[in-house]
């Protein structure tokens, strides 16, 4: 069965960090990117960002409300992604979802006919850890 | 306030149809091919319903389709099922700064 397992929620003061990990299993974790997307309470869905897989260079692309506080990793051979989240603010509370990522969107750079390779949908979601940023 | 904008809800009567729709602009909706919907059930994850706009993943019903016309995207469900009462959320790739944006939701009630 494939499934996605986040841990490490919990309660944080601001300014303070905490790192997420999402355990994969049932399926090559190395094979596919990884997404973080993030739901407060109350709202709705707001996608953080992802990690490519290795043979897409394993980079990260963020959403620009995280870009410089978070950091998305990946450590294939324990099938773990994982989400650093450094100087929290308080709108950064919200349940994190640990997503896998469909087929790439593959989009050539003109300049120097590089391939690029991003994600926007996600087929696979696990249940959610909580993160609540409160003093 | 959300990228996309979804009605906060719609409601039909189990065996009828309902759209729901999601409106962007030339830099996401409009300028891509890559719509996904999400059905998400109250305390639950959210699920893959349809991706590049019409697609289905395997073992969602035939009852659920997609569409778009220009800067907006649309998700029918026919012959409603109470089960399908949710929050259904739209979603866009944004080009290659912005990357993914999603809509606000939509709550389905069926009556």
Known sequence: ?135 | QSALTQPRSVSGSPGQSVTISCTGTSSDVGGYNYVSWYQQHPGKAPKLMIYDVSKRPSGVPDRFSGSKSGNTASLTISGLQAEDEADYYCCSYAGSYSYVVFGGGTKLTVL
């Open chain 1, 1 to 135: 069965e494939v499934q996605l397992v986040e841990s490490g929620g919990g309660l944080v003061q601001p300014g303070r960090s905490l790192r997420l990990s999402c355990t994969a299993s049932g399926f090559t974790f190395g094979d596919y990117a990884m997404s973080w997307v993030r739901q407060a309470p109350g709202k709705g869905l707001e996608w953080v960002g992802f990690i490519r897989s290795k043979a897409y260079g394993g980079t990260t692309e963020y959403a620009a409300s995280v870009k410089g506080r978070f950091t998305i990793s990946r450590d294939d051979s324990k099938s773990i992604a994982y989400l650093q989240m450094n100087s929290l603010k308080t709108e950064d509370t919200a349940v994190y979802y640990c997503t896998r990522d469909g087929d790439p969107i593959v989009v050539v750079v003109a300049a120097t006919q590089r391939e690029n390779y991003y994600y926007y949908y996600m087929d696979v979601w696990g249940k959610g850890t909580t993160v609540t940023v409160s003093s």
